[in-house]
Structures are given as structure tokens and as C-alpha cells.
């Protein structure tokens, strides 16, 4: 099986065009393992699709099945046009969680950046003062005054298993009105560098409790680097960040 391992921020997938295989979460299991296989957040399955340009199904870490991924989608743009699957700069792709609209920005035939419309996203308040956001995936953000030194190791995975079905947390500081300090760990992969629907979760929570405005791109830095989120005042939400290509590999099923 032909793969290719790209990155968004440091949150890594292998690629692999084609359908999906019959042993999926077990090969998502092993291939994921950074010490005994290339190492991974997860496996990315792009295919054809009947409703959109292309379909992605991605699969985390643990062999469980994700349905969305801001940081992973962004990869599938530029894996498509590089390859000259597609000559559009916007492309429609169907994800578990619908359909998403990307914009690639390209320079030479290479694609640096995708802004994606990621959709509507649905804010609740809890009684902890954190905030449940659904952004086509669960998400938990809770604002911290430290997001550097604040328990991840130990609160995420804690958070994460109180919901059934687990769920994303993010441990969100507030630098100022447009700047976030971010860190997450998501259900099915740990603690990853990056996080593009939490992201988007995040800058969500931001605007709904008004540490931030609406219509204004936000700046949120995690530990693999920065995205662009602007929440919209109806609720959608759009994201722009990068997308790299890292090597190709050949793996046995």
C-alpha cells in the first residue's frame, strides 16, 4: 500500500488513495506507532465521491473513526491538486461530518495554504464555565490562565472519557482579542500539536463568551504553529492554515 505522510501543524496522517481496507483500525493501529511503524496521528483515505470533488475518511491513532479533521482536510487539498487529480483551486470534498468547501492557495503549481469553510459551529455553556462546542466533531473548551503549564497530560484524557463516546478538550488562554493560546488532546490520538476543529472550536467558545468579536480573524497558536479562524456572526466558521508534504512510503496491509 502506497501512503504518503503529510502534516498540518505537526498533526500528521498518512494518505492513502484508494478505498479502505477490511483491517482498518488494525492497520490504523500499527502503521500509527511511531516506534514500530512511520508513525502517525492516523490514516487518511481519499476516494471518489457523488456528492463532492473527493470523499475523506479518516481514522485515528486507536483504529477509531473520525469524522472530520480541520488540519487533515487542508492535506487532501493540496495532495489532490499536486498530484493533478484536479486543476480546481476550490474543491468540495464530503467528510463524515458533510460536505466542506476548501480554497487552495497556490504559488508555482504548489499549493502553501487552505482556507476551508468548516461550516456552522454550536456553542453550549457548562456549569464548570467551559463550553461545548460541536463543529462536525464534539469538543470541550475550557479557558485556562496557563495554557503552557495547565495539566494536559492528565485533565484531557480525565475530560475526554466523562463524555460517552469521548470527546476533544481544549485548554484555551486568552493573549488578547484576536490571539488564542491553544492546547489539545483529542479523543482516539492523545495529546497531538495540533488541532484544526479545535481550533475552530476554540475561536467558537471565544466569540460566544466575548473575549473575542465575530467577523475578525483570530489568531490561534498551537504547539505546531499558527492558524487563521474567523467565526462569522451566524456561526460558521472559516480556517486558513498550511500543508506539507513530509515523504512517500510503501506499507504491507
Not at 3 to 30: C, H, Q
Not at 239 to 245: D, L, S, V, Y
Amino acid at each position: 500500500m502506497h501512503f504518503t505522510k503529510m502534516e498540518g501543524l505537526g498533526n500528521d496522517y498518512l494518505y492513502i488513495l484508494g478505498g479502505v481496507p477490511e483491517n482498518v483500525s488494525a492497520l490504523s493501529v500499527r502503521l500509527s506507532d511511531r516506534h514500530f511503524g512511520p508513525g502517525a496521528d492516523g490514516l487518511v483515505f481519499i476516494g471518489p465521491s457523488e456528492k463532492a470533488d473527493f470523499s475523506m475518511r479518516i481514522f485515528n491513532a486507536d483504529g477509531s473513526e473520525a469524522s472530520m479533521c480541520g488540519n487533515g482536510i487542508r492535506c487532501v487539498g493540496k495532495y489532490v491538486y499536486e498530484r493533478g487529480l484536479t486543476d480546481k483551486t476550490e474543491l468540495l470534498i464530503e467528510t463524515g461530518a458533510g460536505l466542506r468547501r476548501l480554497r487552495l492557495h497556490t504559488e508555482d503549481g504548489t499549493v502553501d495554504a487552505v482556507t476551508v469553510e468548516m461550516g456552522k459551529a454550536v456553542v453550549a455553556s457548562r456549569a464548570d464555565g467551559g463550553f461545548f462546542v460541536d463543529v462536525g466533531n464534539p469538543h470541550l473548551v475550557l479557558f485556562v490562565n496557563d495554557a503552557e503549564n495547565a495539566p494536559l497530560s492528565t485533565l484531557g484524557p480525565q475530560l475526554s472519557g466523562s463524555v460517552p463516546g469521548g470527546i476533544n478538550v481544549e485548554l484555551v488562554q486568552v493573549m488578547g482579542e484576536a490571539k488564542l493560546r491553544m492546547r489539545v488532546w483529542e479523543r482516539g490520538s492523545g495529546i497531538t500539536l495540533a488541532c484544526g476543529t479545535g481550533a475552530c472550536a476554540s475561536v467558537a467558545a471565544a466569540v460566544f463568551s466575548g473575549v473575542c468579536q465575530a467577523e475578525q480573524p483570530i489568531e490561534v497558536c498551537l504547539d505546531g504553529g499558527s492558524l487563521w479562524v474567523t467565526a462569522g456572526k451566524d456561526g460558521t466558521i472559516l480556517m486558513t492554515g498550511p500543508a506539507r508534504t513530509v515523504y512517500e512510503g510503501e506499507a504491507a496491509l
